[in-house]
């Protein structure tokens, strides 16, 4: 059993994070025994450290900074013959990127994520849809669309207060676009994802499919997907706003997202 850590959130609102999606996606297809903790945001740092999770960086003043996703692996798997093979020592992984990649080395007899000889290409993909989407408060992010509305809508009081004042200090005060504004950031998103599209079209004109690599999911969907489907929660699936990404691309994100949905399940 992997004990998966996620960050906590209103009743019934979830998984709502884009990274630790990320791996709730690859939990899912590979189909591997999971369990979630959700953790409200003062204690992840806390409980991850006593735990022996490893951090994920350090602040300019050496404090550990601890993240969600995170997991705690005991290793049981099955061989061919389905005969239980057990660690006697459990791993503790962090990040969503090193966590896949983890996953995929651990259980080789599981989907794979990784294709061989596709590893540095999705690396190079996945560090590009990041510098082109944008780091948290660039003009190309979502970030300053949706992070406004996560405390409120989104978190409990106790990680409410934390998330406004740890993102104050990173990006200034979360305070909502006025109309124009967030016309114009909408724009300038929905430019970013016709690049992304066009990059994805490029493999799909040869293999078709809607995937990264054509007709394979692998985990660069997954880190797409994480992204999409933490704004799905936020904004609210009937909302004009998702509505209105889903339609981006003749209708690609939504086709996109209707494929992947089998693995998006959140039950436990």
């Known amino acids: 059993?992997?004990?998966?850590?996620?960050?906590?959130?209103?009743?019934?609102?979830?998984?709502?994070?884009?990274?630790?999606?990320?791996?709730?996606?690859?939990?899912?297809?590979?189909?591997?025994?999971?369990?979630?903790?959700?953790?409200?945001?003062?204690?992840?740092?806390?409980?991850l450290s006593s735990l022996g999770i490893p951090p994920s960086g350090r602040t300019s003043t050496g404090q550990g900074i601890y993240t969600c996703p995170s997991?705690?692996?005991?290793?049981?798997?099955?061989?061919?013959?389905?005969?239980?093979?057990?660690?006697?020592?459990?791993?503790?992984v962090t990040d969503s990127y090193n966590i896949a990649e983890y996953l995929e080395a651990t259980y080789p007899s599981t989907p794979r994520i990784f294709p061989s000889g596709s590893e540095a290409l999705q690396k190079a993909f996945y560090d590009n849809v990041s510098a082109l989407i944008g780091p948290p408060w660039s003009k190309t992010h979502l970030s300053p669309l949706i992070l406004p509305a996560i405390p409120q809508n989104i978190l409990n009081p106790i990680s409410a207060?934390?998330?406004?004042?740890?993102?104050?200090?990173?990006?200034?005060?979360?305070?909502?676009?006025?109309?124009?504004?967030?016309?114009?950031?909408?724009?300038?998103?929905?430019?970013?994802?016709?690049?992304?599209?066009r990059w994805m079209s490029k493999n799909n004109t040869q293999n078709g499919g809607e995937w990264v690599m054509g007709d394979t999911i692998t985990f660069a969907d997954f880190a797409i997907a994480g992204l999409l489907n933490g704004a799905r929660v936020v904004l609210g699936e009937e909302s004009e706003d998702w509505q209105k990404m889903m339609g981006w691309c003749?209708?690609?994100?939504?086709?996109?997202?209707?494929?992947?949905?089998?693995?998006?399940?959140?039950d436990n």
């Open 1 to 47: 059993m992997i004990i998966f850590y996620d960050i906590a959130a209103k009743e019934n609102k979830g998984t709502w994070s884009p990274n630790t999606w990320k791996i709730r996606y690859v939990l899912n297809y590979k189909k591997l025994p999971y369990k979630t903790v959700y953790l409200e945001y003062p204690d992840i740092a806390p409980i």
């Open 71 to 92: 997991i705690i692996d005991d290793h049981l798997d099955f061989d061919s013959t389905q005969n239980v093979q057990m660690s006697p020592q459990p791993t503790f």
């Open 161 to 197: 207060e934390h998330f406004i004042r740890t993102r104050t200090e990173s990006f200034g005060p979360l305070e909502e676009l006025d109309k124009q504004a967030r016309e114009e950031q909408w724009k300038k998103v929905e430019d970013s994802f016709k690049v992304l599209d």
């Open 250 to 266: 003749g209708g690609k994100w939504k086709r996109f997202m209707d494929g992947l949905k089998e693995y998006s399940c959140v």
